[in-house]
């Protein structure tokens, strides 16, 4: 098979030599990605029963997910949640098959609280949320064109990546990442579920703006509060100093007030902010860099909870970001940074886009000719094994946020 595979030289100044970067990423917390969260799990829980019982993944969206926030009265020592976060969890699946029906419902809310249950320790699942299935039937049409023997794509999308990430990029989702994971909840259990941070690069000096929730019980007053988020900010420059060379300035919850009150500081119940008004959707916060990368090339596609066969939206966003991965690992040296950008047509075969446009910028005193034809056969090996992905997607094993 011949792809349609251009690989092209750009000149422009890469990313990390430009003056001024922003990236933001927005943590497991946020309700935003609270909603890409459970929107994967629930594709990825009907995806495994499908199999189980069908022996291929039938057709279904689940990517319609909406948080509603609750209402709560946090105060040192230990507040309540005063009404529940509402779920919505909306979109299409397959739900009967010759004379089964399918227990689509059940098994889309049983991943919903298995998800809540295995990533925020604080949160009741009796009490703090109300979850709502509104799942419904695919379409027809779409269910004739998600014919797994064929692989056609199920839209006319496109999916971008991009590679390597800059010193800001990395320290962006690596602070998140390190806030957010269970060893340092046990060093700074006070710290919530609720990250956001924002990096800001001027020349060589990187900023960061944090942005945590507190779990109100572990915080007994104003000076532990303080206390604590100094403590915090030794963390952080900590893992900046690991990362990268340049100076990092860090701030932490920048709305605190030193009042002896509490007032404005960031204190939650179950250390997430939906529980007090705070909404999340679907595909508005991360691309599936796990960054919001606005001095990058990014699709606007909501790849989570779309189906992991044949949803372009899904596949080719995470494989254009894979080929930019594997061009500069193999020519690092050679290559500064590369964009990739995949375009399909609804019906076509997923291993056979209408283009897929590598657009790179070489170190200098490179001759593009000479790896050119690699570059492109890079390409044309991922995507001579995209189905790989659907086995890896099921398997929790590629990120989307």
Known sequence: MERNIAVEQIKQTPTHKREIEIVERKGIGHPDSVSDGIAESVSRALSKYYLKEYGKILHHNTDQVEVVGGQSAPTFGGGKVLEPTYILLSGRATTKVGNDRIPFKSIAIKATREYLKSNFDHLDLDADVMID??????????????????????????????????????????????????????????????????????????????????????????????????????????????????????????????????????????????????????????????????????????????????????????????????????????????????????????????????????????DPSKLKNNIRNLADDRLAKISELTKMFTEGKVAVF
């Open 133 to 366: 299935c509104r799942i419904g039937h695919g379409s027809v049409d779409l269910t004739e064109i998600y014919d797994t023997s064929k692989l056609r794509a199920n839209d006319t999308s496109f999916g971008v990546g991009f590679a390597p990430y800059s010193d800001t990029e990395r320290l962006v989702y690596e602070t998140e990442k390190y806030i957010n994971s269970r060893e340092f909840k046990k060093k700074l259990p006070a710290i919530g579920y609720d990250i956001k941070v924002m990096g800001f690069r001027q020349k060589e000096s990187i900023n960061l703006t944090v942005a945590a929730a507190y779990v109100d019980k572990f915080v007994k007053d104003d000076p532990e509060y303080f206390s604590i988020k100094e403590e915090l900010r030794e963390h952080i420059t900590k893992q900046a100093e690991a990362l990268t060379d340049k100076p990092v300035k860090i701030y932490i919850n920048t709305a605190d007030e030193e009042d002896g009150k509490g007032t404005g500081h960031y204190l939650t119940v179950t250390g997430l902010s939906m529980e007090n008004g705070d909404d999340g959707s679907v595909g508005r916060g991360n691309r599936v860099t796990g960054l919001i990368t606005p001095y990058r090339p990014m699709s606007m596609e909501a790849a989570a909870g779309k189906n992991p066969v044949t949803h372009v939206g899904k596949l080719y966003n995470v494989l254009s970001n894979l080929i930019a991965q594997d061009v500069v690992k193999e020519h690092g040296d050679d290559v500064q940074e590369v964009h990739v950008r995949i375009v399909s047509q609804i019906g076509r075969r997923i291993d056979d886009p209408h283009v897929a446009s590598l657009q790179v910028i070489y170190a200098d005193n490179v």
